[in-house]
């Protein structure tokens, strides 16, 4: 049974592993993002970044995701594909190729639109081409996957 907060919505108490795994209750786990994460993008983008460089995408997609659910419209997309790609990463990182590929070519199709302008100097370029790379030819899963989200 999933757990719950005095509302009843839907929280997660359990620890969790660096890919976001759940472990068992009492066990210990790596930190989570905090359900009600709220960054602006800018700071958002240090925060993934440093945990992509950490080899914790599954934490980095919860930060991008957090940013994704109150962009603007304009962004929304930009935003949801940044988190598919480190979803994508987490896939990968977990063995599961097929999750990977399928999520990571999704999350390309969604970011490559905003290449002509991108915001918050996010590389969208270069982020569609290792995604899109990372969904034809995984490397090792067992290999951290560096990745940059903005330009250098």
């Known amino acids: 049974m999933r757990d719950r907060d005095e509302s009843g919505r839907p929280?997660?108490?359990?620890?969790?592993?660096?890919?976001g795994r759940p472990l068992p209750h009492g066990a210990s786990g790596v930190p989570t993002m905090p359900d009600d994460l709220d960054l602006p993008p800018d700071e958002a983008l240090v925060e993934a970044q440093r945990l992509l460089d950490e080899d914790r995408p599954f934490h980095a997609h919860e930060v991008l995701e957090a940013v994704w659910k109150g962009a603007p419209e304009p962004e929304r997309e930009l935003w949801r594909g940044l988190a598919q790609v480190a979803v994508g990463i987490t896939h990968l990182r977990r063995g599961n190729l097929r999750g990977a590929q399928a999520l990571l070519s999704r999350a390309a199709d969604r970011i490559e639109p905003y290449a002509g302008a991108p915001p918050h100097g996010?590389?969208?370029?270069?982020?569609v081409r290792q995604a899109r790379a990372l969904a034809e030819q995984p490397d090792d899963p067992h290999a951290p996957v560096k990745l940059r989200l903005t330009a250098p």
């Not at 929280?11 to 890919?19: F, S």
């Not at 996010?122 to 982020?127: K, M, N, Q, S, Y």
């Open 11 to 19: 929280r997660n108490a359990r620890p969790r592993d660096a890919y």
């Open 122 to 127: 996010i590389d969208v370029d270069g982020i």
